[in-house]
Each structure stands twice: as structure tokens, then as C-alpha cells.
């Protein structure tokens, strides 16, 4: 059976995002941020992603989020509700909104997942496995010492958990404990809202040394022992 839970806040949500952000959002520092800096929307299909599910369109979503020069911008990057992105994992920079429309899935493979050390109030990375593994997979959507961060949409963002319960259980997992799904340390100004998060192969959404963050409307699914 699927634990299914849903964070709902008493705002009403537009269907569609837009330049101006919703109403309830408008005195924040983060959104007063958005809203001084010119926005750029990037359709990823676009900008070199395939996006049918089977092409694998890690460097076209990196060069986007990462590569693409914005001074003085706000990037809106757009999956698209027709597109099916799969992918590595992700590094999302300072002024960032992540609009998943379509379904962006993550690739699972130890062999192609970074190893990071523990943050250092955990010194482990928590994740058990005949004893605590220290360090620990990134998370598949992540960000260090950034600000100003939007993951959204009406989309699905899926961890490809499977894969990595399977390791888990039979002991196997080698390098560092399990990734989260979206991590992000050491940032300010977060937002996570409307989308559904599937399978994350550790913790779902896990902000470290992180101030205001603001998480609303989310759908969370997983096994119940995964």
C-alpha cells in the first residue's frame, strides 16, 4: 500500500505559474526577489531535452540550471506536462524556479551518483545498513549555500526509490548511505509547493541549516516501508 500524504495550506493555488507570484507570497524576502530581477522562462524541450522517457537528459537539464549564464535574472525553467525527463542527479543555483509540469525522473546508478561527506552535525549520513554508512549519495535534487529557490508545478518528480531499497535490503549499497530526493544546505528563501514527489530513495525533502523555507501543497508518495 502507497503512504500518501498531503501538506495543505488554506491559499488557493493557480493552476499555471506566472511572472507575478501568488498573492499570499508577495511580502516575502523570496518573492521580492523574484519579482525585482528580470524573469527568464526556458521550455526545456526547447533548450536540448528530449524529454520521451528514454533518452537520458542529464547535460541538457545541468547546462540549464547550472551552465547558462543569468546576471541580474530570475531562471523559470519549465518541464512541460507532455515531457518525461529522466536524468542524474541535479545542482540548482541561487535564483531558480524548477516549474515540473511534465514528470522529471531520476536515473538510479551508484555508479553515476556523486558521494558526499555528512553534514557535519550528523557526522554520519544517517542511513543504516549493517551500521552507519558515513558519507552519503546527493540528493537528486540539490543545492549548497544558494538562495532564492522554487521547486513547483503540477507534475511528478520521481526518485527511482526502488532501486535503492533493493541495495538497502540486500546489504549492497557501497559509498555512502542512500540520496534524498530534495536537499538543499545551507540556503535561504526556499519554496517547494504543488508538485508530487514519488520514491525517494531515502528522505523525501530534507533542508539542512536552512532559514526561511516555506513548503505547502505538496504530495508525498511512497511505500509505507520503504
Known sequence: SLLDLEVVANFAVKEKDTAEDPPYLS??????SRLSRKRLWFDVTEWGVVGDG??????????LLVGMPCNDCHKHI???????????????TSHTTLQVDGILSAI??????????PVPIYATSEDRNGG??????QGFLYAQDATDIRITGSGLIDGGGPYWWDLF???????????????????THLEYDSVTLQD????????????????HHLKIRAPLYA
Open 27 to 32: 511580502s516575502s524576502s523570496s518573492s521580492s
Open 54 to 63: 528514454i533518452h537520458d537528459d542529464t547535460d541538457s537539464m545541468r547546462e
Open 132 to 137: 552507519y554508512l558515513i558519507n552519503m549519495y
Open 108 to 117: 538510479p546508478s551508484m555508479s553515476h551518483w556523486p558521494i558526499i561527506p
Open 200 to 215: 525517494s530513495p531515502f528522505w523525501t525533502v530534507h533542508p539542512i541549516l536552512s532559514k526561511d523555507i516555506h513548503i
Open 169 to 187: 535490503d540486500a546489504r549492497n549499497l557501497t559509498g555512502g548511505g542512500r540520496p534524498n530526493l530534495i536537499q538543499m544546505v545551507n540556503c
Open 78 to 92: 519549465v518541464i512541460p506536462k507532455h515531457a518525461i525527463v529522466k536524468t542524474y542527479p541535479l545542482n540548482l
